[in-house]
């Protein structure tokens, strides 16, 4: 069937409102276009077509026969890297001749070569290799606007030039000075575009994880379709050796999934039917189908590529003085160059005033403080995604580095968050159950499980758990019954048990004092207890609880040395928070709080003014008032959610241990951003000085315009090079 | 010399300094041509409505190339001679600054 399809597509090449037409007469000239509309303003081709007659390719096919190149098919990401590997090639031929001249041109100075003949090898470096600083420097002035190019423009242009003049007036020579500045800057842009790439290595490698293709079962078939082809509720096979296309559930089958480059958690993690899975993580076992939940900008991936750009350019408050600065900056150093120009040409001459004047103009770096933080910001979000902690934006990363206080939420972040058995203990001296210990147990967590498969309570399904790992049957069960409040009963082999509260072993008439103490000893520590009993005869207890995260006490550990307070809150009453809190080696508790008091008293922690900031920990659900509320919402997902606007920190893994890592990294990250800081201002206020001429009156020392660029270039490098470094760091 | 020298530094200071633009009003839609900084540099919004600032970089200066609007966390590579639509919508009143990467050539949002 014939369809109209619309494309939009930008142009290349137009000078004029007439190249548009042109083009739309061309492009209206393929068969198979309806209509065509070319922008000139916008540069844009809007193109409505038959996509049976005529493909994308057969419109580039016909801009380009007008003379002009449409770019179709490609993403901003593609463009960004053509064009930075044409001008990464561009630069390197550049550097490589005006250095072979430059090398030329002084070695001419020193031997009394022919000041035609270097004038001869100046101008290719001036003009060609230097192009680009008179094209940015002409584009700035017409908007009333300055950049570092200005600077390096003026500064080799009027040594240039004034050698020029010099030739028929027998004046000083300075061809090899501005030779040899074009080529150093050159050179360090060079090595300077090629560090900086890599401060983005991050996003790069992020969306390289993405699959390319998914395998949908449509009716009988399965296809391999491209990954934006997918669409919610496709069923796709993945199977074994494969990274899943897209976020999902599994609906059969079951695998154990390796989720590290997304959670950087390192242990694959067991999926069955039901369970969901996050798209781009890796299937190491077996073949399983699973239905398409989140698709294209919705999936996991797409929303940590999201957050992680956006963090990457917001503005972190300590850079607030150095944004003011370089917005000043060139203006500032023209008018400085000037005024030692004056200054020297009173006192000392013209040869000094120059020299001294093109010194300053070369030296002085506004790059390395607009690269100092936000080099170092884009290192050190990226670094954080590829362990699984994302920050929200710099300022997050910043506060994140103040901590001294820290709120943990207990459900579900210090601890698991699903109770689990903890303990069964029969009553001594039964005799109808086995002689040993362990027969006893296991006959005791049998009738549990038993009876409870029925039941819909949430302790259930610790005890039914707890059945499965020890590979326990259940035993058919009949009459059975959920006496609401107290517990279950039902009888199995002609026998009715009894399962629940000491008030459903009350109402039954089951006396409870043989395990009196052992009861009241595990509620001491913060567990339920429920008892079994046979008609009126008891026959153990079962003890639940919500243990604490394998990883919670070292974590608390490792904070408490670092001199952090640590603090609890919990909804549990007093006894069971403190006994809780206790066991991880938590002093302070904030217990018995409901859901809708635990911001308050969060912002009660807050000491206003203190230089410290306070940050909370909880699972992002159920918790956003509170990680709102204080200075840093520290939020644990489970590697499936994470738009979790509240919170600053996102944690993709459920291992407590990142908190410490993402403490870690602001502080590392504000380290660096602080050391760059400091090396590019105090490069700027020491050097620019010294270039001024103004150590000579009491050492003699004067900065030679050639040493100028070479520490302008190496300026840059450093801090973007010390950026790089957090790469390094181990978190 | 030192005469010529102030008139020199007070020319700096007034052409870069003294440059005064008015907001341009910035309806649904507007491009804002990247040659040497912004044009127009100084743009009026409305709160709480979504208006497409459509850049187009026609210089080479790689100083360019990357558009950064801090306070919206939006950072946009410029393609030679792309158009590279940046929706904006504004929720509080006031200036908003948006810059080249390095933080040299800048613009302005007014919102009102």
Redesign the interface.
Known sequence: MTQIAKLSF?V??MHCASCARLIERSLKSTSGVVNAQVNY????ASVEYSNTVCSPKDLEKAVQSAGYKA?LGKD?QE??EE?KTR?LQELKIKVIVSSILSIAILLGSFTQMNPYLLWFLATPVQFWAGR?FY??T????????????TLIAIGTSVAYLYSVISLNADGAMYFDTSAVIITLILLGRYLE?KAKAHTSDAISKLLGLAPKTARVIRGEKETDVPVEEVKVDDLIRVRPGEKIPVDGVITEGSSSLDESMVTGESMPVDKGQGDAVIGATFNTSSSFVMRATKVGRDTVLAQIVKMV???????SPIARL??KV??????VV??IA??V??VW??TSGFSFAFSNMIAVLIIAC??A???AT?TAIMVGVGKGAEKGILIK?AEALEIANKINTIIFDKTGTLTEGKPVVTDVTPVKNLKFLSRRQAGRIRNLLQIAASLEKGSEHSLAEAVLEQARKKEINALPVSDFKALHGMGIRGSIERKMYYFGNRKLMAESGVDTRDLEKDSIGLEARGKTVMFLAEKKKLLGIVAVADVPKQSAKETINILTKKRVAVWMITGDNKRTGKAIAESLGIKNVLADVLPDQKADKVRGLKVRGSGFAVAFVGDGINDAPALASADVGIAMGSGTDVAIESAGVTLLNKDLKSVVSAIDLSRRTMNTIRQNLFWAFGYNVILIPVAAGILYPFTGWLLNPALAAFAMAASSISVVGNSLRLKLTKI | ??V???G??GF??W???G?KEAATVAANKL?VTV???Y?P?VIRLEKDKTTTL?F?RK?????L?EL????F?????L??????NVEINPKERGKYEF?C??????GKIVVG
């Open positions: 930008p290349i090449g303003g916008s540069e844009q770019i901003t463009l960004k064009e001008q680009e094209l940015a002409w584009s700035g002035l017409r908007n009333r606007a300055a950049s570092m190019d575009a750009s956006e963090a990457q350019s917001s503005r150095a944004d370089s917005g000043v900056f060139v203006p023209l008018m000037t005024s120009f004056v040409y009173v506004p790059c403080l607009g690269l936000p934006d | 010399m030192t010529l020298g102030v020199v530094i700096v200071y052409f870069f300094f440059k491009t040659e040497g900084g044009k540099s459509t187009l210089d080479s200066n790689s100083c190339e950064v609007f801090p306070d966390k939006i950072k946009r590579y393609p030679m001679n792309e158009p590279v810059h990467a390095m933080n040299m050539f800048k």
